[in-house]
């Protein structure tokens, strides 16, 4: 089914999506059952054959030897029945940052899995607030039902009065805690049984006629059947019916009820995702959108991964393809800088390998190593001057000023800190006047990170301090108010990163001063990353 019958049927067929949780929730657990499902796993554990195989594995595996990098989990592509699945993974930090927002700007869906006894917590709540913006459609997964939790309609009902977005159940338990034998699959009227000696096992699933047929009592202990019964029927009265336009609005989202660690309720929320989910959507760009079966290829960096070796200047951008078909090999024009890249070695991320892509479609996601050239944002085109937006770079909301241990490294710092700040994972200033670097973060715990990873990767101990500064804004505006506003304000200005002038201040007060005072010049505490 696809709710787009003119794509091409390879575009038709991708589901492009993240997964969406608060930590422990069960997200390594349910991506792993993904890959059980999507028969990648499987894969793994066989030897492969020798020779020719080993040899179409990509210099890309070399690399990643050599260089010690890893970047095999940032996607994952399988296929499950005849759907070709993209995972692109959140990062797993508890921080919340800009980066997990970029990577959600690369899907077409999220999966969110909550934890049947804890509900929705504050990482999934600040994660689904960020698919909003987006109006992202989202299947609910409710993990860890072979557990003691809570009520079901509990349940439910924290998610619309929490997330205000519409419940549908897809599926429904039966028994609680040690009592919980499966679901009744509301949405093929199915009997899942689950399967608690093993664990890897499909869940055994039996047709059922309808909530009044005889079978159901066959399979099902009295007193849970009488419970259940009642349940479904309350909420077939009270809970909305699954509506497919709504999912793809991001108004309603269905919920699975399952264990991940059981493999069970795994296939159904795939099924829902391959059924109801939503094939490769418009990409909004300027100054025009792009189609995904538009025959040219286009396609946006959302993540760079550098390398933890300062000796090489590799780096992998994840590139989304947002548009037509590619093939190895393929010319496209880097739009910031309009030269022409040869993509020779593309990467896609096979579940258990990495491989050459010999070809790749629009919903995709592909791995271009490359020594920098790639940045976050930056659009690959056929061509065109055409440039994805929605790709913001937030205003980091902590600044602390970075030293080099040995002030002769200074150069080293300048380097390693870059390469961070090409990552995504901090904003680097340098101001106008005085020396040395301000950091900026959106969480305290990334300068520890980052500090620990400047001395592991580049062996260079680091002092993080406090900084005279508090905020960072973005100028705008007439180049000569600018250019007067920087003159007269030196001791505030820095360059972050791509080049772009910041104003820094301690002080709410100044920004509110400089709105008075140069009407011409805007703060702005986002920039679209072009
Ligand atoms: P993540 O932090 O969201 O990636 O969560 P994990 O997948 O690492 O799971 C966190 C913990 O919950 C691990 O100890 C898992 O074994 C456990 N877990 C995951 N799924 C289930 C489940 O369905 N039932 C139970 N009882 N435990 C689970």
């Not at 190895?328 to 309009?338: A, C, E, F, N, Q």
């Not at 390998?353 to 690959?380: F, Y």
């Not at 205003?395 to 870059?418: I, Y």
Request: net charge negative; glycine share 6%; aromatic share 8%.
């Amino acid at each position: 089914m696809t709710n787009r019958p003119d794509l091409p049927p390879e575009i038709a067929r991708r589901r492009t999506f993240a997964i969406i949780s608060h930590p422990d929730a069960g997200k390594t657990t349910l991506t792993e059952k993904f890959l059980l499902y999507g028969g990648a796993i499987q894969m793994a554990g066989q030897v492969r054959a020798k020779g020719e195989a080993r040899r179409t594995r990509s210099d890309f595996m070399q690399m990643e030897k050599d260089r010690g990098i890893s970047v095999s989990a940032s996607a994952m592509s399988f296929d499950f029945e005849k759907y070709r699945f993209n995972l692109v993974d959140t990062p797993g930090h508890s921080d919340f940052s800009e980066d997990t927002y970029r990577t959600l700007t690369a899907v077409d869906a999220a999966v969110m899995v909550i934890d049947g006894a804890k509900g929705v917590e504050s990482q999934t709540q600040k994660l689904f607030e960020v698919c909003r913006l987006r109006d992202l459609p989202i299947l609910t997964f409710c993990n860890k039902m072979d557990r003691e939790s809570r009520d079901t309609f509990d349940i439910i009902d924290e998610i619309q009065e929490n997330l205000a977005i519409d419940v549908s159940p897809a599926s429904w338990p039966i028994g609680v805690g040690r009592e919980f034998i499966g679901c009744y699959d509301i949405l093929r009227d199915k009997l899942e049984l689950m399967d608690r000696a093993d664990r890897n096992k499909v869940a055994e699933s039996i047709q059922i006629s309808g909530l009044d047929d005889p079978k159901l009592a066959e399979h099902v202990p009295v007193h849970l059947l009488e419970k259940f019964l009642e349940e479904i029927e309350m909420a077939k009265e009270l809970l909305p019916k699954l509506d497919p336009e709504a999912l793809l609005n991001g108004s309603m989202t269905p919920i699975w009820f399952g264990s991940a660690m059981n493999s069970f309720g795994v296939k159904e929320l795939m099924d829902g995702l391959a059924t109801y989910g939503p094939e490769p959507q418009v990409q909004s760009a300027q100054p025009r959108n792009i189609a995904p079966e538009e025959k040219n290829v286009t396609g946006f960096v959302f993540k760079v991964q550098a390398n933890m070796d300062p000796k090489h200047r590799d780096r992998v951008a994840f590139v989304r393809l947002a548009s037509g078909h590619f093939e190895r090999g393929m010319k496209l024009t880097h739009v910031r800088s309009k030269k022409q890249m040869a993509i020779t070695n593309p990467v896609l991320f096979l579940a258990a390998d990495r491989e050459l892509a010999e070809e790749a479609w629009a919903g995709d996601i592909i791995g271009i190593p490359n020594h920098g050239q790639l940045r976050i944002g930056d659009t690959l085109t056929e061509g065109e001057a055409i440039r994805v937006s929605g790709i913001p770079s937030f205003a980091p909301e902590l600044l602390q000023t970075c030293r080099a241990g040995d002030p002769m490294k200074a150069k080293h710092l300048e380097k390693a800190l870059m390469q961070f700040a090409e990552e995504g994972a901090a904003k680097v200033f340098k101001p106008t006047f005085g020396s040395g670097f301000i950091v900026g973060v959106v969480g305290a715990l990334q300068f520890e990170v980052l500090a620990s990873r400047i001395e592991l990767e580049y062996g260079l101990p680091v002092r993080f301090e406090a900084s005279q500064f508090t905020s960072a804004r973005w100028v705008a505006g007439d180049q000569t108010a600018v250019d007067k506003f920087i003159a007269a304000n030196k001791q505030h200005i820095a360059t972050d990163n791509d080049g772009d002038t910041v104003y820094l201040t301690r002080l709410q007060w100044d920004i509110d001063r400089v709105g008075r005072d140069y009407p011409d010049v805007t703060l702005t505490a986002t920039k679209e990353m072009m």
